[in-house]
């Protein structure tokens, strides 16, 4: 072969595989499913390949010759890259908008790579853009998410902020409340609904002479187990029951006044707050005020019951006759005197009432003959009055009653007496009695001046006497009804009455029989 | 412009011409064709060919084959008159040319700045397309800044075609220096001097203006 022959062969083949190779490179242009372009070393596109017609929406006559921010519009990104592929010999990506044909703007990923020829001269840049809109979308879905939670974690760190706020001011609140409670002057127990001691405060600790942490926590029936607890448990019971202002002689310089109150919020009962009121003092002043009143009412009956003998001797004429006129002075004399008598029996009954040492005899007995022995010592009365009495006795035989027979006869003497001042001649008195298993009911009913509607209150209260009683009947002392309200309590008995003015009054009063009975008798 | 642009004797004639050119330069109209009428239209094209006795099928031509010279102007012949285009259409096919040639894409690398495509790259590219003449730059000056400009002459020496293609080499040019510099404001070139008015070469003023 000549070396013409060999050059030409030689040209041939490179012409061929220069052929293949451009084929090849069309194929990889037409198949590269990333978007490339060419660029000039100047920034105008010089090339596309299908993949960039198909994501811009561009023919290559429209876009090549173009420059890039025909496409790509972001300047500041641009300069961006551009420096950067200048720069660095590797490929640099930055996030930017195309501008497609359709006028549409989508996010996309920029790579850019530098082209550099044998002596290191920048001779362009192939560019390939990623369509980043899904991306974009998730991202934004993902930021939107995130904010979402960002926006719910300051609304959650905002609640917790005004929970802690609302926390601390229950704190707060909570402590006052408990230094209240600390050093509240009153003594205070409270227990939970299963009855559990669940506070002490420090008087209540002082009052009992006990320690909190002794007690604290334990169930009502276990304090009693404690010397100084027991005449508390006792009152309150297995289950604290309701008590209103109880005196409770704790020691002997110490009586406390026991109220309990329940606690509830909104319908969940919480348990029962115990407050102890020191009434050592008033106490120990009534006892004087009482004993006083007792010393002078002692002092004063002798000279009294003097009188009253000396005046019976005159009327009697055991000191020599004396003349009509005499006789009815002194006779209004020894009603007065009488009168007297009975205010200062009066006084000393209730001195003693105060005192606690009222009730001194109970004994069984049938309560009929008390209620029939009072009504005997009326029958002068009721006869002189003209007063139409009634006597209702049941059918069954009353069970017998452990009561003091004197106080007994006491109070509804008071009651009966009452009936019969109080009621016109004419009138009608009726005592009727009433059993129902535990309790014997009386019921004293008149159809007397009645008690007014405004006054009706106080017809308990010591020395009460209503306005229109005053009016009827000079006499009185006020005490009676105070007497016996008195003495039926103390029985472990309730009274009360029904009253209309100008129509009548009803007393009633009940007294226990058997248990009730029983334990009104171990509180004597 | 219109259908029988150029006779069948002068076709003949143009035919004779020795020189040859590279496939790349048909492209231009390939891309431009399809571009505007689509696959439909290239085919009208392409019978029109065959109609002027020098049938061109297309889609086999190679970038890289020499084919006669004389086949580009039958292509624009048989461009212009299927679809009865004119000057415009013929600047517009010549700045497709330059944007879509394979040849054109290896020469980037020396589109480094404006003087190097002017001085280096067009002589040689020249060369590529054309296997008769010669391109000769010459009086090249540049100010490269915002509001600036430059020029330079192109002679094309030995290299007589048809007029018609004076003035599509004049947009080709011009399609070529917009792929080089994307701060060029306008680009605009005059033949100063043509074969076929007489003058020994052609001759191209070149001028630019920056943004």
């Known amino acids: ?524 | 412009m219109s259908k029988n642009l150029i006779t069948e004797e002068e076709i003949k004639k143009i035919m004779e011409n020795p020189g040859k050119i590279k496939g790349s330069a048909f492209k231009g109209e390939l891309e431009y064709i399809l571009e505007k009428k689509g696959e439909e239209g290239l085919k009208a094209v392409a019978k029109e060919t065959e109609r002027l006795g020098y049938p061109i099928k297309y889609r086999e031509i190679k970038e890289t084959e020499w084919y006669p010279l004389g086949l580009k102007m039958v292509s624009l012949f048989a461009t212009l008159a299927t679809f009865n285009w004119g000057k415009k259409e013929l600047a517009e096919i010549a700045k497709s040319s330059a944007k879509v040639s394979f040849i054109i894409r290896l020469f980037l690398r020396h589109f480094i700045s404006p003087e190097k495509v002017f001085r280096i790259a067009a002589p040689r590219l020249w060369k590529r397309y054309f296997n008769l003449g010669s391109l000769e730059p010459s009086d090249f000056y540049n100010v490269e800044k915002k509001g600036g400009g430059g020029q330079g002459i192109l002679r094309i020496k030995n290299f007589k075609l048809h007029p018609l293609y004076c003035f599509y080499l004049s947009h080709f040019f011009k399609g070529i220096a917009n792929l080089t510099e994307s701060r060029f404001k306008e680009v605009t070139l005059e033949e100063t001097k043509c074969m076929f008015r007489g003058d020994n070469y052609h001759e191209y003023l070149m001028k630019w203006i920056y943004y």
């Open chain 1, 1 to 524: 072969m000549t070396e013409e022959k060999f050059y030409k062969e030689e040209l041939k083949i490179l012409k061929e595989d220069f052929n293949d190779l451009k084929t090849y490179l069309d194929e990889i242009r037409n198949i590269l499913p990333v978007s490339v372009c060419t660029l000039s070393s100047f920034w105008v596109i010089v090339d596309i390949n299908k993949a960039t017609e198909t994501l811009t929406g561009y023919r290559p006559l429209e876009i090549i010759g173009q420059p890039i921010n025909f496409i790509l519009q972001k300047k500041q990104e641009l300069e961006k890259i551009k420096e950067k592929a200048e720069k660095e010999e590797k490929i640099v990506v930055e996030e930017t908008l195309l501008t497609l044909k359709n006028k549409k703007e989508i996010p996309v990923s920029i790579s850019m790579v530098g082209r550099k020829d044998r002596e290191g001269n920048l001779i362009g840049y192939f560019l390939s853009i990623t369509d980043t809109t899904e991306t974009k979308k998730y991202q934004n879905r993902l930021e939107k998410g995130t904010k979402a939670l960002e926006e719910s974690r300051s609304a959650l760190m905002n609640m917790l902020e005004d929970i802690e706020g609302a926390r601390r001011e229950a704190e707060e609140e909570r402590n006052k409340t408990f230094a209240i409670i600390q050093n509240f002057v009153d003594g205070l127990l409270f227990f939970d609904k299963e009855n559990n001691l669940s506070l002490i405060n420090p008087q209540a600790e002082v009052f009992f002479d006990i320690k909190r942490s002794d007690i604290i926590g334990k169930p009502i029936f276990e304090l009693s187990t404690f010397p100084t607890l027991g005449p508390l448990t006792i009152l309150l019971g297995r289950e604290v029951r309701g008590v209103f202002r109880k005196e409770l002689p704790i020691k002997e310089h110490l009586t406390l006044e026991v109220s309990t109150v329940p606690m509830v919020s909104g319908e969940e009962k919480l348990g029962n707050l115990v407050i102890l009121h020191d009434i050592t003092r008033e106490k120990m002043i009534e006892r004087m005020k009482t004993e006083f009143v007792s010393l002078s009412a002692h002092q004063l009956r002798t000279p009294l019951s003097a009188i009253k003998w000396t005046l019976r001797m005159l009327l009697d004429g055991d000191l020599g006759e004396i003349t009509k006129e005499q006789k009815e002075y002194i006779g209004k004399t020894y009603e007065s005197n009488e009168r007297m008598i009975d205010l200062i029996n009066d006084l000393l009954n209730v001195t003693r009432i105060e005192e606690g040492r009222y009730l001194y005899e109970p004994t069984l007995t049938d309560f009929q003959a008390i209620v029939q022995f009072v009504i005997n010592s009326f029958k002068e009365e009721i006869k002189k009055k003209r007063i139409k009495f009634e006597f209702k006795k049941t059918e069954e035989k009353l069970p017998e009653v452990k009561v003091d027979v004197e106080k007994m006869r006491l109070a509804v003497q008071n009651l009966l007496n009452n009936a019969i001042s109080y009621t016109p001649s004419g009138g009608e008195v009726t005592i009727s009695l009433k059993y129902d298993k535990d309790k014997i009911e009386v019921a004293v009913k008149d159809t007397g001046i009645g008690i007014p509607q405004d006054q009706q209150e106080r017809v308990f209260s010591k020395f009460f006497r209503a306005t229109n009683a005053i009016r009827k009947e000079t006499k009185g002392t006020g005490l009676g009804l105070y007497i016996a309200k008195n003495i039926i309590e103390a029985h472990g008995g309730k009274i009360w009455f029904e009253s209309k003015e100008d129509k009548g009054s009803t007393f009633y009063f009940t007294l226990p029989v058997e248990k009730r009975f029983e334990e009104f008798l171990k509180r004597l």
